[in-house]
Nanobody, 129 residues
């Protein structure tokens, strides 16, 4: 089980980025996917979850209305569309996967590796003028 994130970079405040989380060795459709982020000096926090089977989503209050998670089955990839970015969104973003439906919001918020056993390497997002 391997996850590879991409799409991070430097963007100005108010700008947009789309992060990708591609899977190798397994079919993402059967997995719940979470996005977490960790800013320098801060704890890792849950940003978004996209559930397997029912497609339910969770968003942290800090990103609600600005971030959108989606799944492209044909490409075996999950995306996190991030709009209206602010400097507070600067962090390393990770996607993580588990092969079951997750309990929302609890498992999406607490960022425990035993909830999501498979993690990507992370991609840096920097929002700055």
């Amino acid at each position: 089980v391997q996850l590879v994130e991409s799409g991070g970079g430097l963007v100005q405040p108010g700008g947009s980025l789309r992060l990708s989380c591609a899977a190798a060795g397994f079919t993402l459709d059967y997995y719940s996917i979470a996005w977490f982020r960790q800013a320098p000096g801060k704890e890792r926090e849950g940003v978004s979850c996209l559930n397997a089977n029912d497609g339910r989503t969770y968003y942290a209050d800090s990103v609600k209305g600005r971030f959108t998670a989606s799944r492209d089955s044909a490409k075996n990839t999950v995306y996190l569309q991030m709009d209206n970015l602010s400097p507070d969104d600067t962090a390393i973003y990770y996607c993580a996967a588990v092969d079951r439906v997750v309990r929302m919001p609890t498992e999406c918020q607490r960022s425990r590796e035993r909830d999501f056993p498979s993690w990507g390497q992370g991609t840096q997002v920097t929002v700055s003028s």
